[in-house]
């Protein structure tokens, strides 16, 4: 793992240029056919969760290299994803609870923001981290079916 420090963040993976992950606005992004489809490949598949650069809500220029939980595959090679946080959030419409898992070094419980859609490139992508069980995943997955239709 690369450490991000003031001296590397130009350099962070999705953090800027053709691979940059931005927002996507969810009701605008076309048919969403969400899939479990993880495969320990060094790339980024649908059920896994990986570290990419992630603006922060303000888009004004900063973000943080943060876990993503990819959740769909796009026509044109790009990834939809939701973002994971260790704050708690418990009882909260907007996040799921998915628990703690090897993406958190220090074991810590994560939600899943089912409010906030990013569009990944596989090279705006740090690393692979492992992938969510297929039960976690479907509770983010009916999630999002509820918000925004997706099949």
Known sequence: MIPV???TEENVPGRQGPFATVEAVPREVGRV???YA?????DPDPGEIVWTWVPYEENDGRGKDRPVLVVAREPGGTLLAVQLSSKRHDAHRDWVAIGNGPWDRTGR???VAVDRVLRLHERGMRR???ALDRMRFNAVRHR???RYGWS
């Open 38 to 42: 993880p495969a320990h490949d060094g």
């Open 109 to 111: 419980d994560s939600w």
């Open 5 to 7: 420090t003031a001296s």
């Open 128 to 130: 692979e981290a492992c």
């Open 144 to 146: 999002l079916r509820e």
């Open 33 to 35: 056919r969400t899939e």
